[in-house]
């Protein structure tokens, strides 16, 4: 469900990707092809960022990281360290609850080849702002990927060169902490640039800087 603060539907903001999505409803007009909402809890302390929506995963379903590898690694960490509910079940009515825990997208809009450019990443920041400013409890970010935290730094109006990009680092960014993360996408796991001890290791840290659930 998609509340104030996601962009509207028929956002074009981003040409390029307002004609992919065009011919995406055309080829599959039963998949959801929009901005995809963020999901999860209104009172959340931890914001999760990744890049854009899969073709297969968010964009097919309209739910961030459901229906493809992603999410599957994902949302079993979530599982594990105790930030969600119910059973997973890669599907946006499987009443999977999210705790303490919201997931959003940097890019809303599928992106070609998964490859949002800078004009659209920039044009879509405004609505990572807007996420951030209205959860009132956020103390902590985790980014997944460098794109997720470049928009990061974008929406808090802070100096790229002055946080770059590494897996594992822990900083405090204007009133928050940001944690980098490479982005659990297949190709990252198959090819071990993420195992899954060190998405672990990241979470458990963030479990750490929160406190039990
Ligand atoms: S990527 Fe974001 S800003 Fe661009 S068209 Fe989609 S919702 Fe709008």
New binding site residues.
Partial sequence: MSTPTD??KS????PR??AF?DEQRAACPDWFNA?VPSFGCPDARLLIVGL?PGKHGANRTGRPFTGDWAGDILYAMLDEFGFSEGRFDARPDDGLRLIDCMITNA???L?PKNK?IST?IR??S??LERRIDELPNLRVIMALGRIAHDSVLIALDERRSAYPFAHGSRRHVARFTLFDSYHCSRYNTNTRRLTAEMFRKVFSEIRQELGES
């Fill in positions: 962009p509207d956002c074009r903001l981003c990707l307002a999505l901005p854009a890019v809303r809009c992106p949002p659209e044009a879509c405004q609505h």
